[in-house]
Every structure is written in structure tokens, then in C-alpha cells.
């Protein structure tokens, strides 16, 4: 290999060498812009973007998807999908969480409810923990827009969650159209 061959390997060396500091600060400004987005959706929600879309987290298969309808006028009030371990259901419109037909009802009086009875069976031993009913409400600001329920356990209680948020959903939205 002669110089003529070895100066141009060094050219081509030191082009390369360019191509890649550009090509690294590029991806170091690609990172930062997409550091910036992250912080600003975890800013304007407390649930994560990816919580809000796509099946609920660890409840297995989607066994039934059922409509929730007024019993007045069959209108529309959400969703309940149906889990292998547990229901996901998705109010038509979200509504406060402070509500009083929601805060003292349903999670008060119904989902605390059945959590203080699986606790008991729990601190008895008759129920493991992983087990018990659990819940969890979904807020985008201070609305709620998805209430996961896992271990609900029987056809009964299911049955009673359904009445409890269609009775629910039909104060929220009555109230809603009196304002």
C-alpha cells in the first residue's frame, strides 16, 4: 500500500468520524426532545398515557363487553368489560370524582364494602391477599374515566357493580343536564 492509499483511507477515516459525532448529537437532541415530551404528558395527567388506552393491566383474557343504559330512556351511560380477574368500566362522559352519588355510593358503600369484607376474610385466613377484591379509580385531573376492578369473586357482586355504577352514572349525568 503506497501513501496516495494510505492518505485517503485517513480521509475516509476522519469523514467517518464526522458522520458520527453529527449522527450522535443528533440522537443526544432526539433524546432531549423526547425527554421534554415525557415530563410534559406526566405533567398534565396523573395517569400515564398508556393506562388510558388498551385493556386494562392484569386482568387476562376479555371475556364480555356490556353496555350500561339508563333504565328511564336506554341512554348510553358507559361501558363494562369483563375480565377473566376482574371489570374494567368506562363511564360515557367523565364526571367528578367528588360527586356524591359516586364518592358516597358506589366507592364508599359498594367498592369499600366489599374490600372490608375480603380484608376480613383475609386477616382470617380464609382468603389469600392477592385474592381480595381490590379497586382502583382512573382520574384525568379530578374526573374519573375508568374504575378497574379486580377479584370482584362472583356472579352476585358483579351483578350488584353493574346496578350500583348504572344507578350511579344515571345521577351523575342527571345531575349534569340540570346545570
Known amino acids: 500500500m503506497d501513501n496516495a492509499d494510505v492518505k485517503k483511507l485517513l480521509e475516509l477515516r476522519d469523514k467517518l468520524d464526522n458522520r458520527i459525532r453529527e449522527l450522535q448529537e443528533e440522537l443526544n437532541l432526539l433524546n432531549e426532545i423526547k425527554n ?18 388498551g385493556k386494562p393491566q392484569d386482568l387476562g383474557r376479555l371475556v364480555e363487553t356490556r353496555e350500561i343504559r339508563s ?25 367528578s370524582k367528588d360527586v356524591t352519588a359516586f ?3 358506589f366507592r364508599d358503600k359498594i367498592l369499600e364494602g366489599f374490600k372490608q369484607e375480603d380484608d376480613k376474610l383475609v386477616r382470617d385466613g380464609q382468603l389469600r391477599r392477592e385474592e381480595a377484591f381490590n379497586y382502583e379509580i382512573k382520574l384525568d385531573g379530578d374526573n374519573v374515566v375508568n374504575i378497574i376492578i379486580r377479584n370482584y369473586r362472583n356472579d352476585e357482586r358483579l351483578r350488584e357493580i353493574i346496578r350500583a355504577i348504572r344507578w350511579t352514572l344515571e345521577r351523575v349525568l342527571k345531575m349534569e343536564g340540570n346545570e
Do not use: H, M
Open 103 to 105: 364518592r358516597r355510593f
Open 36 to 53: 421534554v415530551l415525557d415530563n410534559i404528558i406526566k405533567s398534565q395527567s396523573i395517569v400515564p398515557a398508556t393506562e388510558l388506552v
Open 71 to 95: 333504565r328511564t330512556n336506554n341512554e348510553l351511560l358507559g361501558t363494562v368489560e369483563i375480565y377473566e380477574g376482574g371489570v374494567s368500566i368506562k363511564p360515557i362522559k367523565p364526571f
